[in-house]
């Protein structure tokens, strides 16, 4: 049975402006025990970076994490979900992008929270197969 996300969302996503390094999104990850950090420009959402991001299109092609700002590796425009969709939007979306989390913003594109496989897999137990369907897609460079 689907679900509101705004009920199974992790709410108030640690969040970075687009001129904040990789280095500084490191450490918030590592202090937050987190994968990811919503990005914003102006208050409203504008990327999304995950610790994936920081070692493909950081370490890996040996960009200087204390100089290299959140706008040149973030992954720009994130497909987003609103509060009031529900969980099999989510994991539709999931499906057909082949990414594990979804951020979730406000009419005005303000960041609210963010929304991952296994926050659904919690809520509805529907997860798991998407999981395997987004561990089988290519990945997303």
Do not use: W
């Not at 709410?11 to 990789?22: E, I, K």
């Not at 496989?117 to 997303?140: E, F, M, Q, T």
């Amino acid at each position: 049975m689907s679900r509101r996300i705004g009920d199974v969302m992790t709410a108030a996503p640690r969040v970075l402006p687009l001129d904040a390094t990789l280095y500084e999104a490191a450490q918030l990850m590592r202090d937050h025990g987190i994968g990811d950090v919503l990005v914003t420009f102006s208050g409203r959402l504008c990327g999304l970076i995950t610790d994936r991001d920081i070692v493909i299109r950081g370490v890996a092609e040996s960009r200087d994490a204390a100089h290299t700002p959140l706008s040149d590796v973030c992954t720009a425009q994130p497909v987003t979900l609103g509060p009031d969709d529900d969980t099999d939007t989510a994991l539709r979306l999931m499906r057909e992008e082949a990414i594990r989390r979804l951020p979730v913003v406000d009419a005005s594109n303000r960041p609210v929270g963010i929304v991952s496989i296994g926050d659904l897999a919690i809520a509805d137990g529907a997860g798991a197969d998407v999981i395997c369907d987004i561990s089988k897609a290519p990945p997303n460079l």
